[in-house]
């Protein structure tokens, strides 16, 4: 009778140790992956991409770095300066390639440019072009009007949408949270990777070709965020390129091709860091700055209460380390 009694609680015992270890690894697996993944519950940052893509590639990589980030809901791509019939055709294709072809594209008004769009035969080509697009205005303002206070508006072309914008509806304007801005000089120029003294700013291009717009949205009194020349210059050099290129995936075998069409050596990854700093701001910290824009087209730090958070410099190798493992989908 002892024994049967004895067998009968080991194996109670054993029972209850194997459901307890089981619950443990629950919990431990819960906690990592939990931990890995960021809380279940947060809802993505619905985000705006107004572009010039088509010209200088970085609008293609920063596109592919938003598509690629669960933290983001891409609410839509929006054309700006020149031919942006044709620019939202490359968006088209750019989405249909890689699977996103749920995202609306719609188009600003063109622009006389004398700017080649290098390009092109990408945004010809492909099954993806759709009929007909919606007015970026009428689309950005219709997403502020569904969601008022939640879109981030990130800004990587000239900021021709953006005067539209404030012109036809400032009130509806302001309900953004935030606009994200690639544009500006304030210490450095192109070509100075910050290993030297700085030889000072220069007019850089998304507000040179449209001054009144961008003083229109720096008094504008939305929450500006500045990634200027003095952060952005960001070399996509050999090495690295042929990281992202050899993944082989929808994604980086459009941004090889679109690099091929654009047919100069070396990217810079200006528009880029708009994206990343969104993801994770520690790659590009920001100092409150007011900014004024001269009838040249400067940014000059002035005095007076804060109308943009700038950030002045980045860490390159930090950057990379973050972009190109997302991009590939390591």
Known sequence: MWNTLCREHKKRMSKTIRTLNFYFCCVILSVTFGTAQGPASASPEKIIIDTDIGDDVDDAFAVALALRSPELKVLGITTAFGDTELRARLADRLLGDTGHTEIPVAAGNSTQVSNTFSQRRYAEGGHFGRNSHPKAVDFILDQIRRNPGQITLVAIGPLVNIGALIDKDAQTFHQLLR???????????????????????????????????????????????????????????????????????????????????????????????????????????????????????????????????????????AFFRFYIPRVIGR
């Open 179 to 317: 606009v994200v801005l690639m544009g500006g000089s304030i210490a450095r120029r192109y070509g100075d990777l910050g290993f030297s003294k700085p030889r000072g700013p220069e007019v850089e291009w998304n507000i040179k070709n449209d001054i009144p717009s961008a003083q229109k949205l720096f008094a504008s009194g939305v929450p500006i965020f500045m990634m200027p020349l003095d952060s952005t210059q960001l070399k996509l050099d050999e090495v690295k390129r042929e990281i992202v290129f050899q993944a082989g995936t929808p994604l980086t075998d459009a941004l090889a091709l679109l690099y091929h069409q654009w047919g100069q050596q070396t990217p810079t990854l200006f528009d880029v860091m708009t994206i990343a700093y969104i993801l994770d701001p520690k790659l590009c910290p920001v100092t409150p700055m007011h900014i004024t824009v001269d009838d040249q087209g400067f940014t000059r730090p002035a005095e007076g209460a804060p109308n943009a958070q700038v950030c002045l410099d980045s860490d390159s190798e």
